[in-house]
């Protein structure tokens, strides 16, 4: 009879996961036929508890992500610690969730270690990126990354869980099925007595680079994704002259914005989005980041490449985003100077990441999806939001109206931009209340 391994994973804001995960387990069981994975999100910490921590109660290994709401981290902290699962990998998290990680010797907090990065690690991650405080988190994952490569190199049996650990971040931070499947592998390899599981290296994936809906592969840098967009125009060029419509000449540029990890994982609204703007007859350069460096790709790209309009379908500041700033009051004033600087509409369209579509139809947009989604980038200077959809079970669907409206605005936008000022009209509107 197989062995069973039980796994649970608790996810916080991104409930369109389970596809990626359920797909994942299905490939570790291949070769782990006992591997079991039970997912739970956040709002199951309140409404089924006794099943939740009957399931912490059996796990091998607890992984938790995006726990940002205090009522679930004030249930979820005492269970774990009830329970007490051999192993835990919290990630993305409050830093009282964050703090539960324990693998083997290494701890994020207590006697195991951890408990944030020693100043000497902040000043090394703060020099890759010139100094720069804007980029200080961005520091912090390229330094990530030059660990993860000189970890496996360190000998000592002392520094295995640690090296696990980082070894397991790196398997997350590109969870695609094949790479979240090696995580859960090398997990039931190092801790729960399978020590000749085969576990493939990590498939690499950019931090930073462009997707489109039609090429085959992701790039890494502005000028191989001209280079591939230049060829897919003149393919589209030759198959009108065989019958095809012929595309016509973009009016402008729209930069788009999108989660690197949503893409990832399967969600289909950034090409929904890709595909509205371009029917529009505009050219789009679809961007992915993780969301911490969006900022850097305005910075570093956009001016270079030439733009009409930015939209951000992610939501939170420009600088930081979902991980804000190291220094208070400072994300503003960079994201201010950076817009400015580019002088086009910056808009944000997103669809609601943990709010159901009819939920948000009778009710209207929530109040931790509106302040997430529209209100901290409205203080960057962001315009003109568009709800692109919601939750339908735990997939992100956009709404084809919505999308139109999307693609309406911005191609008026970039109208607007190309007419001279003096053939522009403008209207004012008198408030005359009362």
Same mark, same amino acid.
Not at 171 to 200: D, H
Not at 349 to 378: I, K
Not at 399 to 425: F, H, I
């Given at each position: 009879?197989?062995?069973?391994?039980?796994f649970v994973l608790v996810?916080?804001?991104?409930?369109?996961?389970?596809?990626?995960?359920?797909?994942? %387990?299905?490939?570790?069981?291949?070769?782990?036929?006992?591997?079991?994975?039970?997912?739970?999100?956040?709002?199951?910490?309140?409404?089924?508890?006794?099943?939740?921590?009957?399931?912490?109660?059996?796990?091998?290994?607890?992984?938790?992500? @995006?726990?940002?709401?205090?009522?679930?981290?004030? #249930?979820?902290?005492?269970?774990?610690?009830?329970?007490?699962?051999?192993?835990?990998?919290?990630?993305?998290?409050?830093?009282?969730?964050?703090?539960?990680?324990?693998?083997?010797?290494?701890?994020?907090?207590?006697?195991?270690?951890?408990?944030?990065?020693?100043?000497?690690?902040?000043?090394?991650?703060?020099?890759?990126?010139?100094?720069?405080?804007?980029?200080?988190?961005?520091?912090?994952?390229?330094?990530?990354?030059?660990?993860?490569?000189?970890?496996?190199? @360190?000998?000592?049996?002392?520094?295995?869980?640690?090296?696990? #650990?980082?070894?397991?971040?790196?398997?997350?931070?590109?969870?695609?099925?094949?790479?979240?499947?090696?995580?859960?592998?090398?997990?039931?390899?190092?801790?729960?007595?399978?020590?000749?599981?085969?576990?493939?290296?990590?498939?690499?994936?950019?931090?930073?680079?462009?997707?489109?809906? %039609?090429?085959?592969?992701?790039?890494?840098k502005p000028d191989e994704?001209?280079? #591939?967009?230049?060829?897919?125009?003149?393919?589209?060029?030759?198959?009108?002259?065989?019958?095809?419509?012929?595309?016509?000449?973009?009016?402008?540029?729209?930069?788009?914005?999108?989660?690197?990890?949503?893409?990832?994982?399967?969600?289909?609204?950034?090409?929904?989005?890709?595909?509205?703007?371009?029917?529009?007859?505009?050219?789009?350069l679809p961007i992915f980041?993780?969301?911490?460096?969006?900022?850097?790709?305005?910075?570093? #790209?956009?001016?270079?490449?030439?733009?009409?309009?930015?939209?951000?379908?992610?939501?939170?500041?420009?600088?930081?985003?979902?991980?804000?700033?190291?220094?208070?009051?400072?994300?503003?004033?960079?994201?201010?100077?950076?817009?400015?600087?580019?002088?086009?509409?910056?808009?944000?369209?997103?669809?609601?990441?943990?709010?159901?579509?009819?939920?948000?139809?009778?009710?209207?947009?929530?109040?931790?999806?509106?302040?997430?989604?529209?209100?901290?980038?409205?203080?960057?200077?962001?315009?003109?939001?568009?709800?692109?959809?919601?939750?339908?079970?735990?997939?992100?669907?956009?709404?084809?109206?919505?999308?139109?409206?999307?693609?309406?605005?911005?191609?008026?936008?970039?109208?607007?931009?190309?007419?001279?000022?003096?053939?522009?009209?403008?209207?004012?509107?008198?408030?005359?209340?009362?």
């Amino acid at each position: 009879m197989a062995q069973k391994v039980e796994f649970v994973l608790v996810l916080g804001l991104q409930r369109y996961s389970q596809g990626l995960f359920n797909q994942a %387990e299905a490939e570790v069981r291949k070769d782990v036929p006992g591997f079991r994975l039970h997912i739970f999100e956040d709002r199951d910490l309140l409404e089924r508890p006794a099943e939740v921590e009957a399931a912490l109660g059996r796990a091998a290994c607890v992984i938790v992500s @995006l726990i940002s709401l205090a009522e679930s981290a004030e #249930w979820l902290v005492p269970a774990v610690e009830r329970t007490a699962p051999p192993v835990v990998f919290a990630f993305e998290s409050l830093p009282e969730v964050m703090q539960l990680t324990k693998v083997g010797g290494y701890a994020m907090g207590g006697k195991g270690g951890g408990g944030g990065m020693p100043k000497p690690v902040q000043n090394v991650a703060r020099l890759l990126v010139g100094n720069r405080e804007e980029d200080a988190f961005y520091g912090y994952v390229k330094l990530q990354k030059i660990t993860s490569k000189l970890v496996n190199f @360190l000998p000592g049996k002392r520094l295995s869980d640690f090296r696990n #650990w980082v070894n397991v971040s790196t398997y997350w931070s590109t969870r695609n099925v094949a790479n979240t499947a090696s995580m859960f592998k090398l997990i039931v390899r190092e801790y729960c007595g399978m020590p000749k599981l085969q576990v493939p290296p990590p498939v690499v994936i950019p931090d930073m680079g462009f997707a489109h809906p %039609e090429a085959p592969k992701y790039f890494a840098k502005p000028d191989e994704y001209v280079r #591939w967009e230049k060829d897919y125009r003149k393919q589209r060029a030759k198959a009108a002259k065989r019958g095809a419509p012929k595309p016509a000449e973009p009016l402008g540029t729209v930069a788009l914005l999108s989660f690197r990890s949503h893409i990832l994982g399967g969600t289909s609204y950034h090409n929904d989005v890709v595909h509205a703007l371009e029917a529009a007859n505009l050219r789009v350069l679809p961007i992915f980041v993780q969301g911490i460096e969006s900022h850097v790709v305005v910075r570093e #790209w956009l001016g270079k490449l030439g733009v009409d309009a930015i939209v951000n379908t992610m939501g939170f500041p420009l600088v930081g985003g979902p991980a804000g700033s190291t220094k208070a009051g400072l994300t503003v004033a960079v994201a201010r100077d950076l817009l400015s600087k580019l002088d086009v509409p910056y808009v944000v369209a997103s669809p609601l990441f943990v709010q159901d579509e009819e939920n948000w139809r009778e009710h209207g947009v929530g109040p931790l999806q509106a302040t997430m989604l529209y209100s901290l980038p409205e203080m960057d200077g962001a315009i003109a939001p568009v709800v692109l959809g919601g939750m339908r079970g735990s997939e992100i669907h956009t709404v084809p109206d919505r999308l139109a409206r999307l693609a309406t605005q911005l191609y008026g936008y970039t109208k607007l931009r190309k007419t001279a000022n003096r053939d522009k009209k403008v209207a004012l509107v008198v408030y005359n209340y009362p």
